[in-house]
Structure formats: structure tokens, C-alpha cells
T-cell receptor, first 109, second 112 residues
Framework: LAKTTQPISMDSYEGQEVNITCSHN???????ITWYQQFPSQGPRFIIQ???TKVTNEVASLFIPADRKSSTLSLPRVSLSDTAVYYC??????????FGKGTRLHILP | DVKVTQSSRYLVKRTGEKVFLECVQD?????MFWYRQDPGLGLRLIYF???????EKGDIPEGYSVSREKKERFSLILESASTNQTSMYLC???????????FGPGTRLLVL
């Protein structure tokens, strides 16, 4: 199972673009990279998933280099409501994916 | 919209009681999961199921069992609750490989 490493915490300001990078050096060929957001006292919420290159949706972008050993979640123009814990996961066919401890993102006014 | 519901948001039980946590999803997903989340430890997988009557152990199955009699329902059972099972319990479901998991709101269980 691929292990992920991401910063424990980050601070940013409203209106800024925030990039959170995750390392996953032993990612397997069939693994996807998935990011979740979690607010206090709620279950995690799926943000974005990708396999390679770049994926964009209405919430975020996900950049994956060719070697797939890392990925970067990009949140454009963050607001106070983006303060949350963000989890990077890798996993695939066996469905047994591991949540790490996540990155605690704190957005300041 | 996928909806995953859990039977209780808050639950208080006594040591030794049998506890049932129910999870229901309405999207016909094959895969369902039970996690517990504790401060400083993140989410840890207890059990998962990829089909009716099928179950697989996660990372911390000890003290728990599960039941999947119907596709939409996945139950977590604490046969004899202990204080170290006080935690937030999260259920999730997933469809195909290209989707993420959809989580329920969680059940905060306190075992006295």
C-alpha cells in the first residue's frame, strides 16, 4: 500500500491560491490519487481524483507529474470556509486505501 | 447526489454492551467501508465490503464485526463495547474505481 506524506499544517490568506503537495514514492501502476476535505465533526468530502497529468473541476485542480511520485492539490482564491483538513490518498483496485493524518489548512482574513 | 446516512449522530453506551451502528447508501454502490477517527491518528479502516455478504478486514478489525445482508446497508457491530472504542465512526460507500468515497456524517460514540 502506498504511503503518503503531506505537510501537517499550512496557513494562507483569503483570495490566495493554495497548493498542497503530497509525496507518494511507492505508488503502484493502477493506483489513483484522491484528495478529500474534512470539516470538524463531519465526514470527509471527496474533492478530486486523478491518475496522471492534470485534472480540474469546479473546486480544485490536481497536478500529477509524469513519475506520479507526488501530486499537488491547487485551490484557487481560497476563502475562510476553505479552512479544513485535506487528505491525500493513493489506492486502486483492492479498495484498501489508507488515510494519512492530512494537512490542516488555516485560511486567515 | 449520493447520500450516505448513519443511524445516529451521537451514542452513549456502557462497557460490555453490544452496539450496532447502521449505515445506508442510496446509490447502489458495491463498496462500503467503516472507519474510526481519533485525534492525532487520522482515519483508520476497520472493515470494508465489496459485495453483499462479503467482508474484508481493514487495519484495526479487533473488537468489531460487520454485516452486509443487503447492498445498501452495512452494519458495524461492537460485540462488547469497551472504553477504548470511544471514537467517531464514519461509514463510506464507493461505486467504480474512478470515484472517490462518499462519507456519512459520522457517529460519535462514547463508551462509559
Amino acid at each position: 500500500l502506498a504511503k503518503t506524506t503531506q505537510p501537517i499544517s499550512m496557513d494562507s490568506y483569503e483570495g490566495q491560491e493554495v497548493n498542497i503537495t503530497c509525496s507518494h514514492n511507492n505508488i503502484a501502476t493502477n493506483d489513483y490519487i484522491t484528495w478529500y476535505q474534512q470539516f470538524p465533526s463531519q465526514g470527509p468530502r471527496f474533492i478530486i481524483q486523478g491518475y496522471k497529468t492534470k485534472v480540474t473541476n469546479e473546486v480544485a485542480s490536481l497536478f500529477i507529474p509524469a513519475d506520479r511520485k507526488s501530486s499537488t492539490l491547487s485551490l484557487p482564491r481560497v476563502s475562510l470556509s476553505d479552512t479544513a483538513v485535506y487528505y491525500c490518498l493513493v489506492g486502486g483496485g483492492d479498495d484498501k486505501i489508507i488515510f494519512g493524518k492530512g494537512t490542516r489548512l488555516h485560511i486567515l482574513p | 447526489d449520493v447520500k450516505v446516512t448513519q443511524s445516529s449522530r451521537y451514542l452513549v453506551k456502557r462497557t460490555g454492551e453490544k452496539v450496532f451502528l447502521e449505515c445506508v447508501q442510496d446509490m447502489d454502490h458495491e463498496n462500503m467501508f467503516w472507519y474510526r477517527q481519533d485525534p492525532g491518528l487520522g482515519l483508520r479502516l476497520i472493515y470494508f465490503s465489496y459485495d453483499v455478504k462479503m467482508k474484508e478486514k481493514g487495519d484495526i478489525p479487533e473488537g468489531y464485526s460487520v454485516s452486509r445482508e443487503k447492498k445498501e446497508r452495512f452494519s458495524l457491530i461492537l460485540e462488547s463495547a469497551s472504553t477504548n472504542q470511544t471514537s467517531m465512526y464514519l461509514c463510506a460507500s464507493r461505486g467504480n474505481d474512478e470515484e472517490g468515497q462518499y462519507f456519512g456524517p459520522g457517529t460519535r460514540l462514547l463508551v462509559l
